[in-house]
């Protein structure tokens, strides 16, 4: 039996959001899907050669199979936690005793999708 990340680790629910970036009204989320993932929130600094720097202030393990798969990106979005992020890098895991894709490691940035109205 293999033995995968979202079998050892808690398992945390985040929404998925597909961003359309830069129109007329800013950043507009264009879609959401729910699912279940390993979510692992950073501190944001780390100690380089005496120097303080910023370090990707969450980790997300998304399973490969999910249905917005295709749609993962840097600069899509992630809603966990009740806080909203960005997605700024993202690498594959692979179970090196069989070669199978196990899962995407997203690494992501806080960030503010806020929903505004818009009144007359």
Do not use: W
Request: proline fraction near 1%; glycine fraction near 10%.
């Amino acid at each position: 039996m293999d033995v995968t990340v979202f079998d050892i680790f808690d398992l945390s629910d985040y929404e998925f959001l597909t961003v359309e970036r830069g129109g007329v009204y800013g950043n507009v989320i264009t879609a959401t899907y729910q699912a279940q993932g390993v979510f692992k929130l950073r501190n944001e600094m780390i100690m380089v050669n005496n120097q303080e720097l910023r370090q990707s202030a969450a980790t997300l393990h998304v399973r490969p199979d999910e249905s917005f798969i295709t749609s993962v990106a840097v600069g899509q979005g992630i809603r966990c936690m009740g806080q909203d992020y960005e997605i700024i890098g993202q690498t594959g895991g692979k179970n090196y005793d069989n070669g199978v894709l196990e899962h995407y490691t997203l690494s992501l940035q806080n960030t503010d999708y806020s929903d505004y109205t818009e009144t007359s």
